[in-house]
């Protein structure tokens, strides 16, 4: 979840203006008595769209592979060493900085495409009246593929309770929403392996169903604020709308523009972090503080990483430098899920419908799932 | 006189879409009257679980990001939601 929307202004010292998961690649619903495809559906665009991506993605594939010979030539005709601090933090922004802006405008495009198919209502639908157990497992998966912003977070709550979705399933959706970030997924396939991928996509996933199996069998109910019980959730069909194969290539350039254009600069923010630990950190000081040695480490990374909020995008390039410096994996991960799952505007936004009580122990056994994650993390990733 | 509600908690995408909305009825030359809603309890009895949503003459055409100008174009020349 992002906090793209948080209008409470309360953002911390390290606040990133963060792509607001997919919420231009919603489903545009069209309210019209027998739902006839808007004319816009058949405009003139559709077959440009289609060419401009397969031209797009065949660029994409043939300039890939020659980032990193690229930068390695720009560094060795510049005035440095290579081998020096600065010619390796060089090294490391010439080839992070396009291939990070590349790799992002591609899970991007894919995710905008693919959650075309997806819609908070849909899935609210799906997880209405289901039970604990299932409906935890259901909402978690749910909760990847729906797009969804901070913003929605509140009506996404009270909609999901008052239709009927028991509240420990909604806590799954609601954690793993952010938890299993698609832009924290791809870029650690494509900068750290695809087993960390896969690894963090699975805890993820299990840390959303555990947490909410947890919050559902305490039977919190009572936490929530008073308000929250008599709302009375009105009835509307929006009727779906059939969209074509251009509108979801359309809706995947649409969060393109939308996403790349905000997060760009903390990007190379992030790119810039990770270039000075890359060339500047020393390696042994680094491995004492983070390393698999280090035990205080990960809780530590995880109450630090909990009130700050940065977008997957910003802090995945200075994992990558930490990873690459021999920090541990696990601490690392821990400390990126602390600070992308849970942050001080979200907690902020939920207070509106949760008591702090609840918010506490919502805090609490999520930073637990991720401190678990992290020491195992540390055991299967020697 | 067409009656819209935005409904949202007044987040930058909420803003964005009254001023599209704004924008593409004085365009169209069709006079509205634009309101914000931004309490949850209000907008719940809306049925919508994502904002913004858009409520065009009591009923919900829209909820969740932003919508397209041409969508917007056929809620505001539609007379009762469907097209002319």
Not at chain 1, 99 to 115: H, N, P, S, W
Not at chain 2, 63 to 83: E, T
Request: aromatic fraction near 8%; hydrophobic fraction near 55%; charged fraction near 15%.
């Amino acid at each position: 979840m992002s906090t793209c929307c948080s209008e409470q202004a309360a953002t911390p010292a390290v606040a990133a203006p963060a792509p607001c998961c997919g919420e231009v690649v919603e489903k545009p619903a069209c309210g019209c008595g027998d739902a006839k495809p808007l004319p816009s559906s058949a405009s003139p665009g559709s077959g440009r769209w289609l060419i401009a991506t397969v031209i797009g993605a065949i660029a994409w594939v043939a300039v890939y592979p020659w980032l990193e010979p690229l930068a390695e030539a720009t560094v060795a005709h510049l005035p440095v060493d290579r081998q020096s601090p600065l010619g390796d933090a060089l090294a490391f922004v010439l080839y992070d900085l396009p291939k990070v802006m590349m790799l992002l405008v591609a899970i991007v495009f894919a995710t905008g495409f693919f959650r075309s198919y997806f819609s908070v209502e849909t899935t609210r639908r799906l997880l209405a009246g289901k039970r604990l157990g299932i409906g935890n497992v259901a909402a978690a998966t749910l909760g990847v593929a729906t797009p969804f912003c901070s913003c929605s977070a509140v009506p996404l709550f009270l909609g999901f309770v008052s239709a009927g979705v028991p509240l420990g399933v909604t806590f799954s959706f609601l954690i793993a929403a952010p938890m299993v970030n698609e832009v924290a997924l791809g870029l650690l396939f494509a900068l750290v392996g695809w087993q960390v991928a896969v690894t963090y996509l699975a805890f993820g996933l299990s840390i959303a169903i555990v947490a909410g199996l947890i919050l559902g069998e305490l039977r919190l109910e009572g936490w929530l604020q008073p308000w929250v019980r008599d709302v009375r959730m009105g009835v509307t069909a929006l009727p779906d709308r059939r969209l074509t194969l251009a509108d979801r290539i359309e809706a995947g350039w649409s969060s393109v523009k939308e996403i790349v254009s905000k997060v760009w600069l903390w990007v190379a923010l992030g790119i810039g972090v990770g270039a000075l630990i890359h060339g500047y950190v020393p390696t042994a000081l680094l491995i004492s503080i983070m390393g698999k040695d280090a035990w205080w480490s990960v809780p530590a990374a995880v109450v630090i990483g909990i009130p700050m909020y940065a977008g997957a995008s910003t802090i995945l390039p200075i994992i990558e430098a930490l990873i690459d410096k021999g920090a541990a994996l696990g601490t690392v991960l821990a400390f990126m899920m602390a600070v992308i799952a849970l942050s001080l505007p979200e907690m902020i936004i939920l207070k509106k419908v949760l008591t702090v009580k609840l918010i506490a122990v919502f805090v609490g056994i999520v930073g637990l799932g991720i401190l678990a994650v992290g020491y195992l993390f540390n055991l299967l990733f020697v | 006189m067409k009656d819209i509600k935005v409904l949202g908690s007044g987040c930058p995408t909420c803003q964005k879409t009254a001023e599209l909305l704004k924008a593409e009825a004085d365009k169209l030359g069709v006079a509205i009257s634009l309101e914000k809603v931004t309490d949850y309890a209000a907008i719940a009895s809306y049925g919508i679980a994502a904002t913004p949503g858009v409520v065009i003459d009591g009923k919900v055409v829209h909820a969740g990001g932003l919508p397209k100008a041409a969508d917007v174009d056929g809620w505001l020349r539609g007379s009762d939601g469907s097209f002319p």
